[in-house]
């Protein structure tokens, strides 16, 4: 069984701080995907990685592929209240299965 | 507005009412999933549909049956459910089994 360990599980910080946040695992990924999920809704797709090493910006937030393709990370730069939500990291593994982290709650503070 | 479409958004029933979960997708995806999330966790893989045919079963209990009419409609079928399958259930699809999925809004489920 793969598993992708997310930290931290909860996050409250203040608008205009910067964060990040972690995906670990020790089994090789094809692919990882983060998305962002808000109460009553289902997740929403924010970014897939594929090569190790691989970083990918989308306005405010990067995402990082780790070398070896087993970790990932996403850093916000100066958080807004809309960035409030469940962070979910996924890994693809070549079975067709999606593994899901344990999920990051984020709380931005006006 | 999500282009995966779950109905319905809520359900209310007893332990010994049938009823079915639709979801419904228009991107040309041959891959569907059907997912189980309780308040504040990740969502739990049940199934895998590809190319219309049942991939992955996740030793789902058989009082969830999946159904996959064609390839654009996914339907799960509830029979006798337990108050701990009260859950938010939900549907994604994505272009090919390995690729990026894409989730409706879910139906939340409540079993008395």
């Known amino acids: 069984t793969q598993l992708l360990e997310q930290s931290p599980q909860f996050l409250s910080i203040q608008e205009g701080e910067n964060l990040t946040v972690y995906c670990n695992s020790s089994s090789v990924f094809s692919s990882l995907q983060w998305y962002r999920q808000e109460p009553g809704e289902g997740p929403v797709l924010l970014v897939t990685?594929?090569?190790?090493?691989e970083v990918k910006k989308l306005k405010r937030l990067t995402f990082q592929f780790g070398d070896a393709r087993k970790d990932s990370s996403l850093h916000i730069t100066a958080a807004q209240p809309g960035d409030t939500g469940l962070y979910l990291c996924?890994?693809?593994?070549?079975?067709?299965?999606?593994?899901f982290g344990d999920g990051t709650t984020l709380t931005v503070k006006p | 507005d999500t282009e995966v479409t779950q109905t319905p958004k809520h359900l209310v029933m007893g332990m010994t009412n049938k009823k079915s979960l639709k979801c419904e997708q228009h991107m040309g995806h041959r891959a569907m999933y059907w997912y189980k999330q309780k308040a504040k966790k990740p969502p739990e893989l049940m199934f895998v549909y590809s190319y219309e045919k049942l991939s992955i079963n996740e030793s789902v209990p058989s009082r969830f049956s999946p159904e996959c009419p064609n390839s654009s409609l996914l339907n799960l079928h509830l029979h006798a459910l337990q108050p701990e399958d009260s859950a938010l259930y939900l549907c994604?699809?994505?272009?090919?089994?390995?690729?990026?999925?894409?989730f409706g809004d879910g139906t939340r489920l409540s079993i008395l």
């Open positions: 990685v594929v090569t190790g090493g």
């Open positions: 996924a890994g693809s593994s070549w079975a067709g299965k999606s593994t």
């Open positions: 994604a699809s994505s272009q090919a089994l390995l690729g990026p999925q894409h």
